[in-house]
């Protein structure tokens, strides 16, 4: 057996969803990879909770439950006040963990991995603006950097791209990564306005209440420089041409329809070239509901198709337990 | 760069497909991934070529090409009528490639591994029956034992199961494992009988001279017990249920087909329990041509899907290198 001290930045709903999956699956990860997990720090945007004996993870989702915050959580514990780099830095823990929003986030990923420690994270913008610069550190001193959760939530696009097919040549990867603009185009394909259709999204949960990150195809952007990244080489979110769907209109989506297709928000990813548009599709492409889609098309294997979830709570905290076994497993060996 | 010394055994479409890949790509594998293959053997029917300098594989296809059997070689290289299992004692090599047909090749799976070697394979039997004795040798020894061709051919059903959701708890797995009942009821579904059907299957190079082990079912059986072994515990295709396709009639057919539906030779893997037997089905499993498909379901993410190539010699090379190299990678970091 082996215990694994783990850190935690951020806990919204993926945070939570991640205690609840560690909580739940002790058994698990015991018998099948022989690690017991410790988390030994919770950060939200109130504060950090720290306790290297590891922290009550129950306890601590009632405290979020009920308080809103963790800092509430006084009378058991310290609350401290670090930066994210000082935590880092502070807390001695074997991985760290961003489920954060951060743009920033960069600056204490490369802070983690100087310092010795294994990264997973399902936080974007760090992968999609400094990607050569990040998992280059890792490699440099042979430590786990994961972000599974990062493109199609827990759907291993990433694990395929990264640890599988390696004598095939990526030749294009064709993909619906934003699951909100699917909810959108697919509730006009119904008749619902572009407006009304965004609010439906937005009262389900769906869409946040800034929704403009996914209806100006930003998300989609980051998802796709990332699958360049991993497919092809480092590249950055400036470097890319991105469209949303605020432009599509009612009757587009109409005649797409009268053709048997449908407009879906599609990146296309080949080697130099990242582009985020709204097509017509059919096909694998032409997906509802929350489900993404990458169709992958290599010189051995020809077109490989991998639709799964793209959103959701639990559906992104598979992506990042998956990956938190991983950094384990390999910081195990090393 | 590391040199890594391959012991080929089996030159048919598969091996010369191999052959081809390690040819036309070391580039990508010197640059990539930091790896020289030397093949030191090749073993076809008629003998086994040996040359502990690594044999001109160009050469090698020629020679095949031309007179049909390595034997052939004579001028330039010894050829030895090794017993398999004395091959692999013989021959110093870092890993061992199956791809022959040869049912009893667990017992040289086992000698490769007792003598330290790595393996590669993507001949069903010996998993299909010796799962549990192969894979707990391999993991004692803390060498590679990978098989991701034995199932849908490159298509990385066996990388995600193994290596990725690995926080997930399998449901599930329904799957269209087998690409040649596939192409007969697709036939039947234009109206062409069975009989005819397996014709133009044999014709096309599909099916095989003796069909049997497709139609009966016991190839889709093969591949849905590995995906039990994986995905939950070892069992052995003895223990599993298997209807093939030849008491479907043009009838059942046809009326799945008025019904929106195809009739599929389904794999369903579930704990304890796999079947394989023909359905009617629509959606993900109603796929055509050459393509298999697997819907996995978990208790985090839901439903995954994965399509792809499912047959093929250059699609099955892609999953047979690609493990290559992830064993050459293994066997450097252990």
């Known amino acids: 057996m082996r215990e ?34 410790r988390v030994v720090s919770i950060s939200d945007t109130s504060g950090t909770v ?17 308080f809103g915050r963790l800092s509430a959580w006084t009378n058991d514990y310290e609350v401290y006040n670090f930066t994210p780099e000082e935590a880092v830095r502070e807390i001695d823990a074997e991985v760290v963990i961003d489920v954060t929003n951060d743009r920033d986030a960069w600056r ?8 010795g ?47 599988n097919l390696l004598g095939d040549s990526v030749k294009r990867i064709k993909a619906v990564l934003n699951a909100t603009t699917t909810f959108v185009l697919s509730r006009m394909e119904q008749g619902i306005d572009f407006e009304n259709a965004v609010k439906q999204a937005q009262e389900l949960g769906i869409a946040e209440r800034d929704p403009r990150g996914d209806l100006l195809g930003t998300d989609a952007g980051y998802k796709a420089t990332i ?90 905290a598979s992506g990042v337990v998956s990956d938190i076994v991983k950094a384990s497993l390999a910081l195990r060996g090393g």
């Open 4 to 37: 694994v001290r783990l850190s935690l930045f951020g806990f919204g709903n993926v945070g939570r969803a991640v205690a609840e999956v560690l909580i739940g699956k002790e058994a698990l990860f015991r018998e099948k990879y022989g690690l017991e997990f």
């Open 50 to 66: 720290w306790l290297p004996e590891g922290i009550d993870l129950r306890e601590a989702l009632m405290v979020k439950e009920n």
């Open 108 to 115: 204490w990923h490369l802070a983690a991995l100087r310092d």
């Open 117 to 163: 420690k294994g990264l997973v994270t399902s936080n974007k913008p760090p992968l999609a603006f400094h990607y050569e610069e990040l998992v280059g550190e890792a490699e440099r001193r042979n430590l786990p950097y994961l972000f599974e959760a990062t493109v199609m939530a827990g759907t291993p696009v990433i694990g395929i791209l990264r640890e």
């Open 227 to 316: 699958l360049h990244c991993v497919a092809f080489k480092p590249i950055t979110f400036d470097e890319i041409s991105v469209k949303g769907i605020v432009e599509v209109t009612a009757d587009e989506v109409k005649r797409a329809l009268a053709r048997g297709r449908k407009i879906r928000l599609v990146a296309t990813v080949e080697e130099g070239n990242v582009r985020v548009a709204p097509e017509e599709v059919e096909g694998p492409l032409a997906v509802s509901s929350n489900e993404n889609v990458a169709v992958i098309e290599t010189d051995l294997l020809g077109e490989l198709v991998i639709r799964g979830a793209g959103a959701g709570p639990k559906e992104t």
